[in-house]
C-alpha cells in the first residue's frame, strides 16, 4: 500500500453547531443532567445501590474528574430519599458497671424527645423531692420512728445506768462514747489518788465491777446498734414510701412522651428503673441545700447519671443518611471519647462519646476516598475489622500510651447497617486486590467509570446540557451553540479521538469557567468562539514554559536537530513530554552505526539503564524483524548501535521503534533519510506499523519547531495510518497543510515509511531470496554480506605466502 499524504480535512473532526439543535445554552439549562458516557457505570451504581444484602457495598473506579464522586453523591440521595429514616442512637449510665456505657436505638426524633423528658423529669424530682421530705405527714411519722427509738434507747439506757449505779459507777456520755466513774458513799466521784488509797480487797471487787459493766456496755451497745439500723431503714422506707409515687409517675410519664414504639423498649425500661433506685439510694441528698457540707456537688454528680448523650440525632432526616466523609481520622470516622485532666489524671464518663460518619450514616450511605482511608494504617484496619464484624465499638486510640494516668470507656460495641461507596482509581482497585484479597468480598459492586466515550448526537447533546448546567450553577453568561462545538471538539481532542469524547468533565467545567470569565471580560452577551479560543489559548500560555525553553534551544543550535536535506543514519523522532498538567511533543534525534560484527544491536540507553521496560521490548522486535528480512539468506554478521541523542532523563515507550528501524537501516544501506519529515510508531514483528499516542502533541511540536526556522514545503511527519482517526490537530497547522507547507504522511507497513524517506522502494525479495540491488532493503543486504565476509575472514585467515630469495625459502604473514 503506498503512502498515504492526508487532506486538512482529515486532520480533524469539525462540528457543526447547527447539528447541536439550539441557538444557545440557555435553552437547555432546565434539561435533565444524564450519566454523559457512564450507562455502564449508572447501572452498576443503581444495583448496588438497590442491593439491600450485606456486602454489596461500591467501589467506584475511575480517573480524578470524571463526575465518580458528584454523580455517585447523586445517586446516593436519590436512593436515600426513597429509604426509611433509621432511628437515633443515644449512650445511657450503666448503673451496674459505669465503665460500660449502655446503646440504646430509639425512633428517629425519639431521642431528642427522651433527652427533653428526662431533663424535665430531672427538675419535678429536685424541686417536688425536698417538699414531700419536708411535709406534714413524712415529719409526723419521722418524728414518730425517731421517738420510738429514743425511747428505746432511754429505755436500755436506763438500765444500764441502775446496772452502773449498783456498782458505785456513775455513767454519762460524752461525744458519743460512754464514761464511767467510780463514786464514793456519797456519791462523789474518786480521784485516782483516792482509787489508790482503798483497800486491797476493795480495789480487787471494783475491778471486777468494772469488767461487769464493761460487759454490760457491749450488750447496751449490740442491743441499741439493731435499734438504730431498723430506725434508719423505717425512716429510708417512709422516704421511699413518700417518694415512689412521684417517681412512679415521672416514669410513666416519660414513657407515655416517647410517640413511638421503641425496638428496645425493655432496655430503657429496666434503665428508668436502675434511675428511679439510684434517687431511693441518694434521696438524702435531695434534702434543703446547705444542711451537709459537699451536699451541692454529690447532688450534681448524681443527677449526671440521668442524662442521655444524644450521639445521633436523625429527627431533622426525610430519609436515610448520605454522608460523605472527606476527612476519615480516626475519631472522625470512628467516633470519639472525649477526656479532660482532672488532678493529673484524664478523666470521661458516657456523657463524652461522640459518634463518627460511620455512626451517623447508619441505615444510609457513607463515601469514602480510598487514598485518604490508606493514609492512616490505624483507619484501614479498623475498617477492614468493621467490614467483617459488622459492629462498631468506639475507642479511643493512643489513650493507654498516654504519659498520665486514664479513665477508660468500653461502651457498648453497635450493628451498623451501612453502604459504603469506595471512591479510587484502577490501579488502587487492583492493587487493593492483590493485597487485601478478602476486600472484593465486602465490595461486590464494582462501578467502573470510562475515561472516553463513544461519540454521537445524544452525547453532543448530553455534553450540552452539562455546560448549560454548569452556567447555571455558578452564575455565568451562556454559550453559544458555536461555541459548545468548539468545546466539543476540545473534548474530541483530549480523548484523543474524532470518534469519542474525554469524560473527564471537570477540564469541560474549567473550560466553561475560563471562557466565560473571557467574555465578562468584553462586556455583556452571550460566549462566543472567540472567547472559548482565547481561553484555551491563555491556559497554554500558562503552562507552556517548558515548551517553550526547549524549542528555544533547538532554534538556537544548543539541540541538534536537522529540519533540511538528508543525513545517513539519522532521523528526527517525535516524542511526548507529560508534566501532569500539560502534554507536549517535540523531536529528537536518533542515530545509528552499523558494522562488521557478530554482537547484535546495542540499545545504547539500555546499557547505561535510561530505558524503559517498554522502550526495550521495541528494540527487541525491531531485532526480530530485521532477522526476519536478512537471516535467510544467511546468519547476520552485524553489530549495530541506536542512540537517542542529547536525552539525559531516560527514554521510555516503543514509538520511536519506526524511527530506530529506519536510522538502522539507512546506517546499513548507506542511504541518507529527508530530514525534514520526522517519524513516529511502533513496529511489530511482521513490520506492520502499531498506533502510538500522544500523536497530536507530537505533530503539533514538530510543527512548530519547523515553522519557527520556516517552512520550505519538505517538511512533514509520518505517522501510522491506524493513528488516522485520532488525529484533531490545531488550526495553524491545517492552515499550513492547506497551503502545501507541511504534509501528514501515514503509512500502514514499514516498507511504505522507507521509500518515503529515501525516494527508493523498500524491495521485495526474488526467487533465490535476495532484495533488488537498486532498493533500500538490497543495499543493506549487500552490506551485510560485505559484514559477513569480513567477519569469515577473520575467522579463517588466508593461508601463508612462501617467498623464495638467494635460494632460501622464506615465509610472510
Known amino acids: 500500500?503506498?503512502?498515504?499524504?492526508?487532506?486538512?480535512?482529515?486532520?480533524?473532526?469539525?462540528?457543526?453547531?447547527?447539528?447541536?439543535?439550539?441557538?444557545?445554552?440557555?435553552?437547555?439549562?432546565?434539561?435533565?443532567?444524564?450519566?454523559?458516557?457512564?450507562?455502564?457505570?449508572?447501572?452498576?451504581?443503581?444495583?448496588?445501590?438497590?442491593?439491600?444484602?450485606?456486602?454489596?457495598?461500591?467501589?467506584?473506579?475511575?480517573?480524578?474528574?470524571?463526575?465518580?464522586?458528584?454523580?455517585?453523591?447523586?445517586?446516593?440521595?436519590?436512593?436515600?430519599?426513597?429509604?426509611?429514616?433509621?432511628?437515633?442512637?443515644?449512650?445511657?449510665?450503666?448503673?451496674?458497671?459505669?465503665?460500660?456505657?449502655?446503646?440504646?436505638?430509639?425512633?428517629?426524633?425519639?431521642?431528642?424527645?427522651?433527652?427533653?423528658?428526662?431533663?424535665?423529669?430531672?427538675?419535678?424530682?429536685?424541686?417536688?423531692?425536698?417538699?414531700?421530705?419536708?411535709?406534714?405527714?413524712?415529719?409526723?411519722?419521722?418524728?414518730?420512728?425517731?421517738?420510738?427509738?429514743?425511747?428505746?434507747?432511754?429505755?436500755?439506757?436506763?438500765?444500764?445506768?441502775?446496772?452502773?449505779?449498783?456498782?458505785?459507777?456513775?455513767?454519762?456520755?460524752?461525744?458519743?462514747?460512754?464514761?464511767?466513774?467510780?463514786?464514793?458513799?456519797?456519791?462523789?466521784?474518786?480521784?485516782?489518788?483516792?482509787?489508790?488509797?482503798?483497800?486491797?480487797?476493795?480495789?480487787?471487787?471494783?475491778?471486777?465491777?468494772?469488767?461487769?459493766?464493761?460487759?454490760?456496755?457491749?450488750?447496751?451497745?449490740?442491743?441499741?446498734?439493731?435499734?438504730?439500723?431498723?430506725?434508719?431503714?423505717?425512716?429510708?422506707?417512709?422516704?421511699?414510701?413518700?417518694?415512689?409515687?412521684?417517681?412512679?409517675?415521672?416514669?410513666?410519664?416519660?414513657?407515655?412522651?416517647?410517640?413511638?414504639?421503641?425496638?428496645?423498649?425493655?432496655?430503657?425500661?429496666?434503665?428508668?428503673?436502675?434511675?428511679?433506685?439510684?434517687?431511693?439510694?441518694?434521696?438524702?441528698?435531695?434534702?434543703?441545700?446547705?444542711?451537709?457540707?459537699?451536699?451541692?456537688?454529690?447532688?450534681?454528680?448524681?443527677?449526671?447519671?440521668?442524662?442521655?448523650?444524644?450521639?445521633?440525632?436523625?429527627?431533622?432526616?426525610?430519609?436515610?443518611?448520605?454522608?460523605?466523609?472527606?476527612?476519615?481520622?480516626?475519631?472522625?470516622?470512628?467516633?470519639?471519647?472525649?477526656?479532660?485532666?482532672?488532678?493529673?489524671?484524664?478523666?470521661?464518663?458516657?456523657?463524652?462519646?461522640?459518634?463518627?460518619?460511620?455512626?451517623?450514616?447508619?441505615?444510609?450511605?457513607?463515601?469514602?476516598?480510598?487514598?485518604?482511608?490508606?493514609?492512616?494504617?490505624?483507619?484501614?484496619?479498623?475498617?477492614?475489622?468493621?467490614?467483617?464484624?459488622?459492629?462498631?465499638?468506639?475507642?479511643?486510640p493512643g489513650v493507654s500510651f498516654s504519659p498520665i494516668a486514664a479513665v477508660s470507656l468500653v461502651p457498648e460495641a453497635i450493628d451498623i447497617e451501612v453502604k459504603l461507596v469506595l471512591i479510587g482509581s484502577r490501579e488502587q482497585y487492583y492493587e487493593l486486590q492483590e493485597a487485601a484479597p478478602e476486600i472484593s468480598r465486602h465490595f461486590r459492586a464494582k462501578v467502573d467509570f470510562a475515561e472516553s466515550f463513544a461519540a454521537s448526537a445524544d452525547s453532543h447533546r448530553a455534553s450540552s446540557i452539562f455546560v448549560a448546567h454548569a452556567c447555571r450553577e455558578h452564575g455565568l453568561p451562556h454559550f453559544s451553540a458555536a461555541a459548545v462545538a468548539r468545546l466539543l471538539e476540545e473534548s474530541h481532542r483530549e480523548a484523543g479521538d474524532q470518534t469519542r469524547e474525554s469524560a473527564i468533565f471537570a477540564r469541560t467545567e474549567a473550560w466553561v469557567m475560563e471562557s466565560a470569565a473571557v467574555c465578562r471580560t468584553r462586556g455583556p452577551g452571550r460566549v462566543t468562539v472567540a472567547d472559548v479560543e482565547a481561553a484555551l489559548a491563555a491556559h497554554t500560555a500558562r503552562h507552556d514554559y517548558p515548551e517553550q525553553r526547549l524549542r528555544e534551544e533547538i532554534a538556537n543550535g544548543d539541540v541538534l536537530i536537522e529540519l533540511r536535506g538528508e543525513r545517513v543514519g539519522q532521523i528526527n523522532g517525535l516524542t511526548q513530554i507529560d508534566l501532569g498538567d500539560y502534554r507536549f511533543g517535540l523531536p529528537v534525534r536518533l542515530s545509528a552505526h552499523t558494522y562488521a560484527g557478530e554482537d547484535g544491536l546495542l540499545n545504547i540507553e539500555r546499557e547505561v539503564e535510561l530505558s524503559g521496560p517498554i522502550h526495550d521490548k521495541g528494540v527487541f522486535i525491531l531485532q526480530s524483524y530485521l532477522a526476519a528480512l536478512f537471516a535467510h539468506l544467511a546468519p547476520l554478521s552485524l553489530n549495530a548501535s541506536i542512540v537517542f541523542e542529547q536525552q539525559y532523563h531516560g527514554v521510555e515507550g516503543d514509538s520511536a521503534s519506526c524511527a530506530e528501524l529506519y536510522a538502522l537501516l539507512s546506517a546499513l544501506s548507506g542511504l541518507p533519510l529527508q530530514q525534514g519529515i520526522a517519524v513516529t510508531g511502533a513496529v511489530n514483528q511482521h513490520g506492520e506499523v502499531l498506533p502510538v499516542g500522544g500523536i497530536n502533541e507530537k505533530i503539533e511540536g514538530w510543527f512548530r519547531v519547523c515553522e519557527a526556522a520556516g517552512l520550505d514545503g519538505s517538511q512533514g511527519v509520518l505517522i501510522p495510518q491506524r493513528n488516522r482517526r485520532h488525529l484533531m490537530l490545531a488550526q495553524p497547522l491545517l492552515d499550513a497543510v492547506a497551503q502545501g507547507r507541511f504534509h501528514i504522511h501515514t503509512a500502514a507497513h514499514v516498507s511504505e515509511g522507507i521509500e518515503l524517506l529515501t525516494g527508493l522502494a523498500a524491495g521485495e525479495p526474488g526467487v533465490a531470496g535476495h532484495y533488488p540491488h537498486h532498493s533500500v532493503l538490497g543495499h543493506a543486504q549487500e552490506a551485510l554480506q560485505a559484514f559477513r565476509r569480513a567477519c569469515q575472514q577473520q575467522e579463517h585467515p588466508r593461508p601463508p605466502r612462501r617467498h623464495f630469495r638467494n635460494g632460501e625459502a622464506s615465509r610472510k604473514r
Not at 435533565?32 to 473506579?61: C, K, S, T
Not at 436519590?78 to 436505638?105: I, M, Q, S, T
Not at 464514761?179 to 476493795?202: C, I, M, S, W, Y
Open 1 to 396: 500500500m503506498p503512502i498515504i499524504t492526508l487532506s486538512p480535512a482529515e486532520l480533524r473532526l469539525s462540528i457543526d453547531p447547527a447539528s447541536l439543535g439550539f441557538a444557545d445554552t440557555s435553552e437547555l439549562q432546565h434539561e435533565a443532567l444524564p450519566w454523559i458516557g457512564q450507562a455502564r457505570a449508572e447501572a452498576a451504581a443503581r444495583f448496588g445501590l438497590g442491593m439491600d444484602q450485606p456486602d454489596y457495598n461500591l467501589f467506584v473506579l475511575g480517573e480524578v474528574g470524571s463526575g465518580r464522586s458528584s454523580l455517585l453523591k447523586q445517586a446516593m440521595q436519590a436512593v436515600a430519599a426513597g429509604k426509611r429514616v433509621p432511628p437515633d442512637l443515644c449512650y445511657l449510665y450503666n448503673f451496674d458497671a459505669p465503665e460500660r456505657p449502655l446503646a440504646l436505638r430509639l425512633p428517629a426524633g425519639e431521642g431528642r424527645l427522651l433527652r427533653q423528658l428526662l431533663a424535665q423529669a430531672v427538675k419535678t424530682l429536685q424541686a417536688e423531692i425536698p417538699q414531700r421530705l419536708e411535709g406534714q405527714d413524712y415529719k409526723v411519722e419521722s418524728e414518730r420512728i425517731e421517738q420510738a427509738w429514743k425511747d428505746d434507747v432511754a429505755q436500755h439506757y436506763a438500765a444500764l445506768t441502775a446496772f452502773a449505779e449498783a456498782r458505785s459507777f456513775s455513767l454519762h456520755r460524752d461525744e458519743g462514747r460512754m464514761v464511767f466513774t467510780l463514786t464514793g458513799k456519797k456519791g462523789q466521784a474518786l480521784t485516782e489518788d483516792e482509787v489508790l488509797a482503798l483497800p486491797k480487797t476493795r480495789r480487787v471487787e471494783v475491778e471486777q465491777a468494772e469488767q461487769e459493766l464493761r460487759a454490760e456496755i457491749t450488750r447496751y451497745i449490740e442491743k441499741t446498734q439493731p435499734l438504730e439500723r431498723a430506725m434508719n431503714e423505717a425512716l429510708a422506707a417512709l422516704r421511699r414510701q413518700v417518694v415512689k409515687p412521684l417517681l412512679d409517675g415521672e416514669k410513666q410519664a416519660i414513657r407515655a412522651g416517647l410517640k413511638k414504639q421503641i425496638k428496645d423498649a425493655a432496655k430503657l425500661n429496666a434503665w428508668l428503673d436502675a434511675i428511679g433506685q439510684d434517687v431511693f439510694d441518694n434521696l438524702e441528698l435531695f434534702q434543703r441545700q446547705g444542711e451537709v457540707e459537699g451536699q451541692q456537688e454529690a447532688l450534681q454528680i448524681v443527677l449526671a447519671r440521668y442524662r442521655v448523650n444524644l450521639v445521633v440525632d436523625n429527627s431533622g432526616l426525610a430519609g436515610a443518611p448520605v454522608i460523605v466523609e472527606d476527612n476519615p481520622l480516626f475519631r472522625a470516622l470512628f467516633g470519639s471519647i472525649e477526656y479532660q485532666s482532672e488532678n493529673d489524671v484524664l478523666m470521661t464518663d458516657f456523657s463524652r462519646i461522640r459518634a463518627g460518619s460511620l455512626l451517623q450514616a447508619h441505615g444510609g450511605f457513607l463515601m469514602l476516598h480510598l487514598h485518604d482511608v490508606l493514609a492512616d494504617p490505624l483507619v484501614w484496619e479498623k475498617l477492614r475489622r468493621f467490614l467483617r464484624s459488622g459492629r462498631l465499638q468506639i475507642e479511643e
